[in-house]
């Protein structure tokens, strides 16, 4: 299966599976799939109490068990204390809370418009659970990735397959021994598996798959979901790019780039990944960016108790191939041992050199001049479709030119990573770095079936003849007026 292999993989170690559970398929994970879709076919999951009573409980995991997860992630990558509260504990939390707000609204059926014809009936959307839905998570944020899908999909009322990262081996711990004590086990299963276990359990049916991890094992899992036809999301990456204009504050620029690329060592799909910049810019930036590496992270990073390590041996050493591309101007130091990197900015880098062929995922920022915006833009745009653009402007029109030029999942300005705090936005990738969008009221509508819905009543049988044959020149005027939309400002006669 060396084709599974990619920075955020489907498992590192083998891990376990099920006993097959009275399963006919031979398939390991078979009778766990059927024993989640009995229960779901039970009408157990549907009732707004129940999905609110097992929101509440995941609330409970979170708050009681903060300083598990605090330490299992310091073990898995020595993620800073601040780090790890803020991106996995309190946006979950803040997912979570939006989810128990709003939940009983998100839930109501939705009314819509009717034509003539049915103007005595009940046209309406329900939204309705997709069923068992299977849920893998990456290695790099492996509590929040894990939990913030897990949420819509418990709110949307669907029985749940979670399998978290085999590479970060104490989170995985948290959700196969401690996680599943607050929840219902007869509806939410957690597995862990490794390569070959996954692509066994992809091989059941599943009625919804929410992935997050490389483009590489990204078109697997799509794959592998065609064979059912099962819906998907898929959460992959890129590379991001942030043009940074001639008319800007320096200094700000370097500590919000350095914050966004550096945070969790750089491992975050929506961190800068590239910046693009005049030569005049490039000379101001590098030593401003200098000087906020060594506020934020002294004159060691290797010594500083807010800087993560990368978090595998094999993601270390293709991290640590990519910093052959251009030339050195911050940083470069590594320590295999520790899984160290030290923050680096690259320059001189060429769009054929390594670096520029793949998602970093790591603590290293490089710097491309261009000679203008326009021609940033037409860089952007030769590539693949990003996760997110960022654009550094002080002026408004450079601003709304990138975004009205290039195409991206997602976009912010003047800062980096800030997008993804707000619940209110949708999350996701278009192209190559994804499909779908979650976050909020999109991660329940993601895990939801919207059923388009319309109640007749069994009289008034002669308005119906009018559509029933033989029909004739007078039966199609009337059914035209009765069912035709007409743009606004139109009058039409019958």
């Not at 003539?116 to 009936?121: N, S, V, W």
């Not at 261009?370 to 037409?378: G, P, T």
């Amino acid at each position: 299966m060396e084709e599974l292999r990619g920075h955020q993989p489907l498992g590192g170690d083998a891990g376990t599976a099920p006993e097959d559970e009275g399963g006919t398929s031979g398939n390991p994970y078979a009778g766990l799939v059927s024993r989640l879709r009995a229960a779901w076919l039970s009408g157990r999951t549907r009732p707004l109490e129940y999905r609110l009573a097992q929101l509440e409980a995941l609330g409970r995991f979170l708050e009681e068990k903060k300083q598990d997860i605090l330490e299992a992630l310091d073990l898995d990558m020595r993620k800073p204390p601040f780090e790890a509260e803020f991106s996995e504990v309190l946006l979950c939390k803040n997912e979570l809370n939006t989810t128990l707000n709003n939940l009983s609204c998100w839930m109501k059926d939705e009314q819509v418009d009717k034509n003539l014809a049915t103007q005595l009936d009940t046209a309406f959307i329900r939204r309705d659970p997709y069923g068992v839905v299977l849920i893998i998570a990456p290695c790099n944020y492996p509590i929040y990735l894990l939990l913030v899908p897990l949420i819509g999909a418990i709110a949307a009322g669907n029985c749940v397959v979670i399998r978290p990262s085999e590479t970060t081996k104490n989170s995985k711990r948290l959700a196969v021994e401690v996680l599943p004590r607050y929840l219902d086990k007869d509806c939410i299963a957690v597995v862990t598996a490794g390569v070959q276990e996954t692509t066994r359990l992809l091989e059941n049916k599943f009625d919804y798959i929410f992935f997050t991890g490389s483009p590489s094992v990204g078109r697997i899992v799509m794959t592998a979901a065609a064979k059912h036809l099962t819906p998907v999301t898929l959460e992959l990456g890129g590379k991001n790019p942030c043009y940074v204009s001639d008319t800007c504050d320096v200094q700000n620029v370097a500590r919000r780039v350095a914050w966004g690329r550096f945070f969790n060592a750089g491992q975050t799909c929506i961190a800068p990944d590239y910046i693009l910049c005049s030569v005049e810019m490039k000379d101001k930036l590098v030593p401003a960016l200098r000087e906020a590496i060594t506020t934020f992270y002294g004159p060691n990073p290797q010594e500083s108790p807010d800087f993560a390590r990368i978090v595998g041996d094999k993601q270390f050493r293709r991290v640590r191939a990519l910093l052959c591309s251009g030339r050195v101007a911050i940083g470069g130091q590594t320590d295999e041992k520790e899984r160290y990197i030290a923050p680096t900015v690259l320059v001189d880098v060429q769009p054929s050199d390594p670096a520029m062929q793949e998602e970093i995922f790591g603590p290293i920022l490089l710097i491309i001049t261009v000679a203008s915006v326009e021609e940033a833009i037409d860089f952007i745009n030769s590539h693949e479709r990003p996760l997110v653009v960022y654009v550094f402007s002080s002026d408004n029109k450079v601003v709304n030119q990138v975004l009205e030029k290039t195409s991206s999942g997602s976009f912010c300005s003047n800062d980096t990573l800030m997008q993804v705090t707000l619940t209110s936005l949708p999350f996701g990738g278009i192209g190559s770095s994804g499909l779908g969008k979650y976050h909020g009221r999109f991660t329940f509508d993601t895990f939801t079936h919207h059923r388009g819905c319309l109640q007749r009543g069994t009289g008034l049988e002669p308005i119906n003849t009018l559509r029933y044959p033989p029909y004739g020149p007078h039966k199609t005027g009337l059914v035209r007026a009765a069912t035709t939309v007409k743009r606004q400002g139109e009058c039409a006669l019958l």
